[in-house]
């Protein structure tokens, strides 16, 4: 949620000197143009930035972005200095199928001998060699065991970011790994838990206490994943390797007490010694990227199949309709899918009279004008929350228990040209402002981390607890993440790849 400086700032500090970044989040806005402006943000950073050039933009064909990138943009990029990879193949269903897209664009990654990126979740047996087998051969997604054991056997790189730690994985992947095929990394790290807890030192520490051998751990943030990543003048300290050194007191508490970017010392007892960073104004470029106004409460009125949406049969004249339900674990990012019956009042739904959340994704960059609506257990019990941090298209997510409180988060969000609000009645409780594509600030991270934190606790006030509720709010929109998800085009059932109706015929099983 900041850009490169901010970011620098605050990882440099902490030993992290070296990061390869998929920036699919920027590109669904704005395409090309998003990272040529990281790219240049990125500019004479004590922090070396190699971008990989995102696969999916737009991650599915069941979402509307703002931009996209094809096999054509796909070759473009990868010529560009500084871009070393194709980011995340996410598009899992495209890749089995032998999609044309996809396959077009695997294609001229594996033209270009580039490497190539994966995210495989919870894919076993053949799935998994099939999508193995196309070139993609590394994973980050959530694993057990079982899950790091196939993909180690499998020949992939096995990336574990901390949702995956747990002793019985760590033991079983250290087991089965052989030095440079284990990889600890991180994925999408909040500004006040960057701030509070660490980045990828954190995910370290917690992999050394869950019993990972330190020098290991250690292997997996350096030489490993720059061997992945083809950096062959970094990872380890020998000539002629760039000089990006972490002193630390121990190993098993990596905590960085001297830094060093290519031999220059850039930190020192956690902090950026004076003029290290410097940050510039906002990229004008990326600004004014929200293009709909603000949805009044009329918008959250769902209506019933009938006169204007195609009837499905046993629907008519009904005074309760059956519909399904996206429902949240407060463990996991992933939802169940589920079923409701709620009252019609005057062929819409009552929603509000319920235990369930109304959620709606409004398309924002000025290209559809389409909406889709879904239901939610288990969010908020009062107010409503709108952002447009909601990956990966980064459409208008609002979710709430009233459509008036909807629509005032709605209002905040579209009037600062995005970011994130929470609403109790008519009063805002906390705004992340995010102007940048919509998805980051041009504040320092100390400011972001700060409304970032008043966020997460208007988000408690309002009955949501969850491990990560930021992130599991902003992953309803993922269409490639198990297993009932929401885009501006409608509800989608992640695991068969398709449209499904918000509302069940009498004759569906």
């Not at 040529?36 to 972005?65: H, I, K």
């Not at 002629?240 to 830094?259: E, I, K, P, T």
């Not at 000025?366 to 009062?382: C, D, N, Q, S, W």
């Not at 402002?433 to 504040?443: E, F, K, T, Y």
Request: charged residues 20%; hydrophobic residues 50%.
């Amino acid at each position: 949620m900041v850009l490169p400086p901010a970011f620098a700032e605050a990882v440099v500090p902490l030993g992290v000197l070296t990061v390869t970044p998929d920036p699919h989040e920027i590109a669904n806005v704005m395409g090309l143009d998003g990272i040529r402006l990281l790219l240049e943000q990125s500019r004479g950073l004590p922090l070396d930035v190699f971008m990989q050039v995102p696969s999916c933009v737009p991650a599915t064909r069941l979402e509307t972005s703002g931009a996209s990138i094809g096999p054509e943009e796909v070759a473009t990029a990868l010529g560009w200095e500084g871009v070393i990879a194709l980011g995340e193949v996410m598009d899992f269903p495209a890749v089995i199928a032998g999609e044309g897209r996809m396959t077009a664009i695997l294609g001229k990654a594996l033209d270009a001998g580039t490497v190539i990126e994966g995210h495989a979740p919870n894919l076993t047996g053949a799935d998994l060699a099939a999508f193995v087998a196309s070139g993609i051969d590394s994973d980050h997604t959530f694993v057990t065991p079982a899950l790091a054991l196939e993909r180690l056997r499998s020949g992939v790189t096995l990336q574990l970011q901390e949702k995956s730690l747990a002793p019985q994985t760590l033991a079983a992947a250290q087991g089965a790994a052989r030095a440079l095929n284990l990889c600890l990394v991180t994925d999408d790290v909040l500004p006040d838990d960057l701030l509070a807890r660490g980045h990828l030192d954190l995910v370290l520490r917690e992999a050394i206490r869950m019993g990972l051998d330190p020098v290991e751990g250690i292997r997996a943030v350096t030489l490993a994943p720059a061997r992945r990543m083809r950096l062959y003048d970094r990872g380890a300290i020998a000539p002629g390797l760039v000089a990006h050194l972490v002193l630390v007191s121990d190993l098993n508490q990596f905590r960085a007490d001297v830094v060093f970017s290519r031999g220059v010392l850039v930190a020192e007892e956690g902090r950026l010694l004076p003029g290290a960073v410097t940050a510039g104004p906002a990229p004008a470029a990326g600004l004014g990227t929200v293009r709909i106004p603000s949805p009044g409460i009329e918008r959250f009125c769902v209506e019933a199949p009938g006169s204007r949406v195609k009837t499905p049969a046993g629907l008519t004249g009904r005074s309760t309709a059956r519909v399904r339900v996206m429902e949240m674990n407060a463990c996991t990012t992933y939802t169940r899918s589920a079923e409701a019956s709620l009252p019609l009042v005057d062929g819409c739904l009552d929603w509000e009279s319920s235990d369930l959340c109304l959620a709606a994704v409004f398309e924002r960059h000025g290209r559809a004008g389409t909406v889709g609506y879904g239901l939610v257990r288990g969010a908020l019990r009062e107010g409503a929350i709108a952002t447009t941090w909601a990956h990966d298209s980064h459409n208008l997510l609002v979710i709430g228990r009233s459509a008036a409180e909807m629509a005032a988060a709605a209002r905040w969000v579209v009037e600062h040209g995005g970011g994130m609000a929470a609403v109790r009645g008519t009063k805002v409780l906390a705004g992340v402002p995010l102007p940048v594509a919509g998805i980051a600030s041009d504040q320092p991270i100390r400011v972001v981390g700060e409304q970032v934190a008043a966020f997460r606790s208007a988000l408690a006030s309002l009955g949501f607890e969850h491990r990560s509720p930021i992130m599991t709010l902003a992953v309803l929109t993922l269409a490639v993440s198990p297993a009932l998800k929401l885009t501006d085009r409608g509800l989608v059932d992640v695991v068969r790849g398709r449209l499904v109706d918000l509302f069940i015929a009498e004759e569906e099983p």
